[in-house]
């Protein structure tokens, strides 16, 4: 037996999405600013990650455009937005190992690195965990 109703979206839904949207949306800019080096200085975690071997930069790719597609998807009440943010998780864990395991010390070191990589690690999964929600309640679809 399956349901075929959808639940109206609940006001949580659009505040969550929003907020979502806006850290992809910068991780999203810093990506793109610091990868085509269009010469505006801003503090970025982008050369730390990019300073990596080849799969770490393919990871953080992963991680910065899927979680911006999922914040996207959740905004538009898509159930592809569980697997996107999902995408992003992982990509951001395999992504911040790369860095630890590889990257030059004197770029890790001098910041307060472990506080930005939870925010890294916690949004996209926050993310994962409140859509799974919202698709079980069937608000997604």
């Known amino acids: 037996m399956t349901k075929s109703a959808s ?3 609940p006001g949580h ?3 969550l999405a929003v907020l979502l949207l806006v850290w992809h949306a910068l991780l999203a800019a810093d990506y793109t600013i610091a990868r085509f080096a269009l010469g ?3 503090p970025s975690i982008d050369p730390v990650l990019m300073a990596g071997p080849t799969w770490t930069q393919i ?3 992963l991680a910065v455009w899927t979680g ?3 914040a996207i998807f959740a905004m538009l009440r898509d159930d592809a937005a569980v697997l996107l943010f999902f995408a992003a998780f992982i990509g951001v864990l395999v992504a ?3 860095v630890e395991l590889s ?3 004197e770029l890790v070191l ?3 690195r472990y506080s930005v990589y939870a925010a890294l690690l916690l949004v996209p999964l926050i993310g994962w965990i409140y859509t799974r929600a919202m698709k079980r309640a069937l608000v997604l679809h």
Do not use: K, R
């Open 7 to 9: 639940a109206d979206a």
């Open 13 to 15: 839904l659009w505040l």
């Open 40 to 42: 505006i200085d801003l």
């Open 59 to 61: 990871a953080w790719a």
């Open 68 to 70: 911006l597609a999922g």
């Open 96 to 98: 911040l190992i790369g």
């Open 103 to 105: 990257a030059p010390p």
């Open 110 to 112: 001098g910041y307060a």
